[in-house]
C-alpha cells in the first residue's frame, strides 16, 4: 500500500508538479480567462497537464483550483460555480494520480487588499457615500462639499482610513477604515466599509474588513472595535457575523443630524482575536 503523505515526506524528498496556468497558456488559453472554470469546460486539457506531470515524474500534483475563490471566480462572473469548480478540480486531479502520486489542493490568494488612502481616491467616495442607492442604510447621500472633506482627512497619513483594491491591476474597489470614538464612557474604535456595487457579493467587504481589524490591532489604542449598522442592514449585519465581531444589542443613533436610525451595536475585541 502506497504510504501516508506526511510518511512519504518523512522519509523522501517529494517531487512537485510545476505551474498550471503557465500549461494551460501554451496550450492556447489565454490570460483574460478563468483557468480553473477549464475544470467545468475543458476537463480533459487539465487532464492533460497533469497527467505530464506525472510522466515527468512528480510525486505531487496541485489541483487546477489556484484562483477558485469566490472573489476571483466572481470577476467572472463564476462566483456561483465555486463549489463545482473545486470539486472538478479535486476529481480531475485524483482521476490522473491514482496510486501514483499525491494530490494537494491549491488555493491561491484573494486578490483583495487594503492601502492606505490616498489622493487619487476621491472618486471611491463619489461612487459610495455620494450615491443615494450606496446610502440608503446611511440617512442618505453626501453633498459634494462633505465628501471633499472627508477625503481630505482621510487622506492625512495614520487616518486609518484605506482604499480596497482587487486583483493584480489593483482595481479600486471600495473603503474600509477605522477611526476613535466615545462609547459608553469608553474610548473604542469606530469601523466603517463600502464597497463599489460592481464589486459587491463576492466576499470583498469581510476581507478587507479583516485586514483593517488587523491594522486596528497594529495600531495600538484601543481594545474594542465597534460597527454600528442600521438593523435593516442585512450585508453589514452579515459582515459583522462573518467577520467575528459579538452582537450586544440595538440602540437610537440619529445620523446624520434630524436623521433617527436604529442601530445593531456590534463589538470586536482585538484583544481575544490575538491569541
Ligand atoms: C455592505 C457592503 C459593504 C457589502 O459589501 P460586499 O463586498 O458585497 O460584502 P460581502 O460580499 O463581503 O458580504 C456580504 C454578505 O452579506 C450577505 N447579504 C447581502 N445582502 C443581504 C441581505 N439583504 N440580508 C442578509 N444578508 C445579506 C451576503 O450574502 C454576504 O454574506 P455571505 O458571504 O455569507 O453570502 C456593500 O453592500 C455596501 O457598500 N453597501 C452600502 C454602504 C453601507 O451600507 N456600508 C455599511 C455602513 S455600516
Redesign the pocket.
Known amino acids: 500500500m502506497r504510504p501516508t503523505f506526511l510518511d512519504a515526506i518523512a522519509a523522501r524528498v517529494l517531487v512537485c508538479d510545476g505551474a498550471m496556468g503557465t500549461m494551460l497558456y501554451a496550450r492556447g488559453v489565454f490570460v483574460n480567462r478563468s483557468f480553473d472554470a477549464l475544470n467545468l469546460t475543458s476537463p480533459d486539457l487539465v487532464s492533460e497537464v497533469h497527467r505530464e506531470y506525472v510522466r515527468a515524474g512528480a510525486d505531487v500534483i496541485e489541483t487546477n483550483t489556484f484562483g477558485a475563490n ?1 472573489i476571483k471566480l466572481g470577476s467572472f462572473g463564476l462566483a456561483d460555480k465555486l463549489h463545482d469548480i473545486n470539486l472538478a478540480g479535486a476529481r480531475i486531479a485524483r482521476q490522473v494520480a491514482r496510486d501514483g502520486a499525491y494530490v494537494a489542493g491549491a488555493i491561491g490568494p484573494l486578490s483583495v487588499r487594503i492601502e492606505p488612502w490616498a489622493d487619487a481616491d476621491l472618486p471611491i467616495l463619489e461612487q ?2 455620494g ?1 443615494p ?6 440617512g442618505g447621500p453626501e453633498s459634494p462639499e462633505q465628501i471633499a472633506r472627508r477625503h481630505a482627512g482621510y487622506a492625512e497619513p495614520g487616518s486609518g482610513q484605506f482604499r480596497i483594491v482587487v486583483g493584480r491591476e489593483r482595481a479600486p ?2 473603503w474600509v477604515g477605522y477611526w476613535d470614538r466615545e462609547w459608553r464612557g469608553e474610548q473604542v474604535y469606530e469601523i ?6 460592481s ?11 479583516a485586514q483593517a481589524l488587523a491594522a486596528a490591532r497594529a495600531a495600538g489604542g484601543h481594545r474594542f472595535v465597534h ?4 438593523v435593516a ?7 459583522c ?2 467577520a467575528g465581531f459579538t452582537l450586544v444589542g440595538e440602540y437610537d443613533f440619529e445620523y446624520p443630524p434630524g436623521n433617527a436610525l436604529r ?1 445593531n451595536d456590534w463589538r470586536f475585541d482585538l484583544q481575544a482575536d490575538a491569541r
Open positions: 469566490r459610495t457615500l450615491d442607492a450606496m446610502t440608503e442604510h446611511l474597489a471600495g466603517g466599509w463600502s464597497v463599489i456595487p464589486f459587491q457579493g463576492r466576499g470583498i467587504a469581510t476581507t478587507a474588513t460597527a454600528f449598522p442600521s442592514n442585512g450585508a453589514s449585519n452579515a459582515i457575523r462573518k442601530c
